[in-house]
């Protein structure tokens, strides 16, 4: 198996199903990780030297952070509804939360500096939705924390794709420090599928094909983008949702689409 393509594990006690960290992904920014809590069940972090955007992909929690409360937030039953709550929480700081039912949850990390800014909620009415593409490119896009909003490094978004078609495409990049034209930020994908027993293919390949890696991902994989292109495609009959979380030297999104595929831009 691709060691881009990372499966789920069965809960820890402390519901953990994912966890990604710069070492273990060989890289040096994107921190990831999904708990899946029980009722009742808490969760609590010291952030460190790292920021950290909490995203409920299901269910309720009471939050607290930096020794603020922030009542209950969530309500979602699944990723695939809209109205995404999340909590952002800077470095030198620390969050706890409570679940209000089932709950899974999603933990993105990146380098931050203490003190920098407060912890916040993200609620439904601060994130920002639009459509790209069209026919068989066609995407729904949810920014949750893009490069317009107050963080350090962190960049969050989730996107669902329609069944049948194509997303993160036309094929780009984003592995150059060399602005204004690209940016260097790694990448998490973790996918979702609607129904659950579907599957979708991700293909991560540079210029020269030093990288080339074609996966069939199920529900709840993540797959790893330390760089090259990497487009999506979601098969017929099956809805495809997933949470990018992105961060790198500057927290700036500007990508590099493939020359071979950008043609169709222009058609």
């Known amino acids: 198996m691709s060691k881009l393509l990372v499966k789920p594990q069965a809960p820890d006690a402390e519901g953990r199903i994912h966890e990604v960290t710069p070492e273990t992904a060989g890289w040096e920014h994107v921190g990831f990780a999904v708990y899946k809590l029980a009722a009742g069940q808490s969760l ?3 952030t460190g030297d790292r920021e950290h955007c909490l995203v409920l992909l299901s269910g309720k929690v009471a939050a607290s952070a930096g020794g603020q409360g922030f009542g209950v937030i969530g309500g979602r039953s699944s990723p695939f509804e809209p109205d995404p709550w999340s909590l952002y929480v800077p470095a030198g700081s620390n969050w706890s939360l409570t679940a209000q039912g ?5 933990i993105c990390s990146a380098p931050g500096a203490a003190g920098a800014r407060p912890a916040r909620i993200i609620g439904p009415a601060d994130v ?3 459509t790209r593409g069209e026919g068989s490119n066609t995407r729904h896009v949810r920014n949750i924390l893009p490069e317009t909003e107050s963080a350090d490094g962190l960049l969050v978004v989730e996107v669902i794709t329609p069944s049948g078609c194509w997303s993160s495409y036309p094929p780009h990049k984003h592995d150059k420090d ?3 034209a690209e940016s260097l930020l790694e990448e998490t994908y973790y996918h979702r599928l609607n129904p659950p027993q579907g599957f979708g293919f ?3 390949y540079s210029d020269d094909r030093s990288l080339d890696e074609t996966m069939a ?3 709840g994989d993540v797959v790893l983008v330390p760089r090259g292109y990497h487009p999506v495609g979601a098969p017929h009959g099956y809805e495809l949702y997933y ?3 992105m961060a790198g030297p500057k927290r700036i999104w500007k ?3 493939d020359p071979a595929h950008e043609w169709m831009l222009k058609a």
């Open 44 to 46: 609590s972090r010291e």
């Open 102 to 106: 089932p709950c899974e949850l999603a």
């Open 128 to 130: 920002g939705s639009l």
């Open 178 to 180: 060399n602005l204004p």
């Open 202 to 204: 991700q293909r991560v």
């Open 217 to 219: 991902f199920s529900d």
């Open 243 to 245: 949470l990018n979380v």
């Open 255 to 257: 990508f590099h689409n």
